[in-house]
């Protein structure tokens, strides 16, 4: 059952930027995609965009598009029962509310056509109705790959939420574990948890692969065993994982493909610590100024990334 209203937590600007978005896009029927890394809130983010418009209090329905696709077929279109009943079609239930369809880069072919085809005839159907979608994949390259249906992804042009990974939310990741442990403190009716600075820096430092549905589990299982309503580093076990980012591919030659950003800050965090964070050995290296440098740290540390917010 949909929440009468979503709490959604973080303060890193970027993260704030895509909720002024959400906020924005909202109180309009533009389709929506949202893109993210899995377990980064997308469907959350779907959940608020509903209940911040005028269709709040109209049915919120998912469909999981990569599901079996007989599944995801008579999801849509609606199915007849055994003794005859007809079932009707999630685009028909939702008349008047929100449908999201997760995971729409796991369509099946054939049906992503379909399925942009009935969308264009909603109206004809006297069908009002908003659509969002979920992916955790890069459309646009999957387009060109002859993956993914190009007039369903021109469907969602007209608004594009992407979700950033956790890892990379300094802060947030504190907020939100103390957000979790109140969650679980208020299921299990027991009283307040509080987070040790030791836990704390260990959470920090994870990479969080599966985002804030990882962090969630990993603080839901420590307040389980938390000792006079503490939780220490001792009381969860997690493991730093090597991040498998929302835009990281390999290509033939196994080289990591990422943005022109990421690639300039992984460089300059590299130069870094080869020099053992002399700015000026690290400029020379990137054949930058000291200025430019300079400003490229101040930057990535606005922005929340761990290395540089701990640089000195």
Sequence with gaps: MLKSEQKIVGSHPKFQKSLETARNVAVTKTPVLISGEAGCGKKTL??????????????????????????????????????????????EVANGGTVIFAHIDALDDNFQKRLYTILQELPDYELDVRV????????????????FSRALLTYFGGAQIHLMPLRERGTDVELLAREFAQEWCNETNSSPISIAADAQARLNDQAWNNNLTELRQAIRNASSVAENGMITAASFQVETKRSEGFSLETDEDGVKLMSLKDAEKLLIKKALVFTSENRTQAAKILGVS?????????????????YFVNLR
Excluded: M, P, W
Excluded at 290 to 306: A, M, P, V, W
């Design 46 to 91: 779907g959940q608020y965009i509903h209940l911040n418009s005028v269709r709040k209090n109209g049915v919120f329905e998912v469909v999981d598009c990569s599901a079996d696709i007989a599944e995801v077929e008579r999801r849509v279109l609606g199915f007849r029962e055994a003794d005859g009943r007809f079932q009707r079609g999630v685009l």
């Design 132 to 147: 969002l979608a979920t992916t955790t994949k890069n459309l646009s390259k999957l387009v060109g790959a002859g993956k």
């Design 290 to 306: 000291i200025r430019t440098l300079r400003n490229k740290i101040n930057e990535y540390r606005s922005e929340g990334s761990q």
